[in-house]
C-alpha cells in the first residue's frame, strides 16, 4: 500500500519500483483524484494491462471492500503472472481505511504487505501545518519514505522530527522516490530458475547489477547482514530479538527453522519496519534444514545483530509448549488468543 498526500512522490517511487523490481512483475491499482487520471498515465506505459485505473475519487470513499477484492482478484488470477501487487492511493485517502479495506479481502492469494508513506521532505512543514493529520498516517505506516531529500533547507532536522512521529516505522531517505524494491517485496531473481527460492536468490540483489541505476549505487547507503545457523532458534527468543529491533534496521527476509516446536515446517518471515509475518511452508525433500536470514538497515552494528541472532540458537530436543505463541500472532489467519482450554499444537497448521 503506498500512501502520501499531493506531490509526496507517490508515482514516481511506483515507476522505480516499476522499472527496478528484479524480474518481479508488478501490478499496480492507481487511484486519482479527478476526471482526468494523470497518474494513471503515468504508470500504464509501464504496467500494460496489470494496471486498474480508479478515476474521479478517493479509494476509501468510492470503493467498498468487495469492489476492491474484485480488483484485486483480477490481478492476482495465475495467468497474470503478477508477483506483487501495489495499490497507490490519491493524496486525499484515508491510509487506515485502505488497510482495513484490503486486511478484509477474502481472497487467498491476497495477503497484506504493509503500508508505505511517502512524504516531501521539502515541503514537510508546510504539509503538516495545513494538513495535521499526517501526524496520525505516519504512526501507522511499517515504513516511511522522505522523499526530495535533496531539497530540504534541514534533512536531518526532517529525518529526525519524521521518526518522531512513526511508531517504530522504519525511516528512508530518498530522491526521486530511489528505495531499493528489496526494502518492501522480495524480488524474483532475474535469471531463471527451479524449485525454492534459495538462500543466495535472497541475498543476490546486493550485488552490483548490471542495469541497476541506483544514483551512485543506492546500496552503498545502507548494510546487510547473512545469517546461517544449523541450529534451530528458539521462538521466544527470536520474537524477543525481533520486538527490540533497532530502528535502523528496515528489512528482514527469509526462513527460520524453529525445530522441535514445529519439526514439518519452517517459517518464512517477512519484515519491513514494524510489520512482521511469518508464513509455515513445509520442509523441502533435501533434508537440509537451516535458518537462513538476510537484515538490511542503515547504520545498524551488524557484528552485534550476529551476536544476538545467534543467542537465539537453541539445541533442545524438546518444545516448550506455549513457545511458539508469539511466533503464530503473526501468522495470517491464526488467531491471537488461543483458547485456553484447548491444547496448544506442538506442530501448528500451515
Known amino acids: 500500500m503506498l500512501a502520501g498526500f499531493l506531490g509526496s512522490g507517490k508515482t514516481t517511487l511506483l515507476n522505480h519500483l516499476l522499472h527496478r523490481s528484479a524480474g518481479s512483475r508488478i501490478g499496480a491499482i492507481v487511484n486519482d483524484f479527478g476526471a482526468i487520471e ?6 500504464a506505459g509501464a504496467l500494460g494491462d496489470s494496471t486498474v485505473s480508479l ?38 485517502a484515508e491510509p487506515q481505511e485502505l488497510v482495513r479495506m484490503v486486511l478484509a479481502s477474502e481472497h487467498p492469494g491476497i495477503v497484506y504487505g504493509g503500508l508505505v508513506e511517502v512524504v516531501d ?9 495545513k494538513h495535521p493529520e499526517i501526524d496520525r498516517h505516519l504512526a501507522l505506516a511499517d515504513l516511511v519514505v522522505v522523499n526530495k531529500i535533496d531539497r530540504a533547507a534541514d534533512a536531518e532536522r526532517v529525518l ?10 522504519a525511516v528512508v531517505p530518498a530522491t526521486y522516490g530511489r528505495i531499493d524494491p528489496e526494502f518492501l517485496f522480495d524480488c524474483r531473481p532475474s535469471r531463471e530458475r527451479i524449485g525454492q527460492l534459495s538462500f543466495d536468490d535472497l541475498h543476490d540483489d546486493h550485488g552490483d547489477h548490471e542495469g541497476h541505476d541506483h544514483g551512485g549505487h543506492l546500496h552503498t547507503a545502507y548494510d546487510s547482514l547473512s545469517f546461517v545457523s544449523e541450529v534451530p532458534l528458539d521462538p521466544r527468543r527470536l520474537m524477543a530479538f525481533l520486538d527490540s529491533r533497532p530502528e535502523g534496521l528496515y528489512r528482514i527476509k527469509g526462513y527460520v527453522d524453529f525445530g522441535p516446536h514445529d519439526p514439518r515446517n519452517r517459517y518464512a ?24 536470514l538476510v ?19 537453541s539445541d533442545t530436543p524438546h518444545a516448550d509448549e506455549h513457545g511458539m505463541w508469539g511466533v503464530l500472532r503473526y501468522v495470517p489467519d491464526v488467531p491471537d488468543v488461543r483458547d485456553p482450554d484447548q491444547p496448544d499444537p506442538e506442530e501448528p497448521p500451515a
Open 38 to 43: 494523470i497518474d494513471a498515465m503515468a504508470v
Open 55 to 92: 478515476g474521479n475519487g478517493c479509494l476509501c470513499c468510492a470503493v467498498d471492500a468487495s469492489e476492491l477484492d474484485g480488483y484485486l482478484e483480477r490481478l492476482a488470477r495465475p495467468g497474470t503472472g503478477i508477483d506483487v501487487i501495489v495499490i497507490e492511493a490519491s493524496g486525499l
Open 121 to 129: 521532505a521539502a515541503e514537510f512543514d508546510g504539509t503538516r501545518a
Open 160 to 169: 529526525a522530527l519524521v521518526r518522531s512521529l512513526t511508531d517504530r516505522a
Open 269 to 292: 518471515v517477512h519484515a519491513v519496519g514494524r510489520f512482521l509475518r511469518f508464513y509455515p511452508e513445509p520442509w523441502g525433500l533435501d533434508g537440509e534444514r537451516l535458518t537462513q
Open 295 to 313: 537484515l538490511i538497515g542503515s547504520g545498524i552494528d551488524a557484528p552485534a545483530l550476529d551476536k544476538e541472532l545467534a543467542a537465539c540458537k
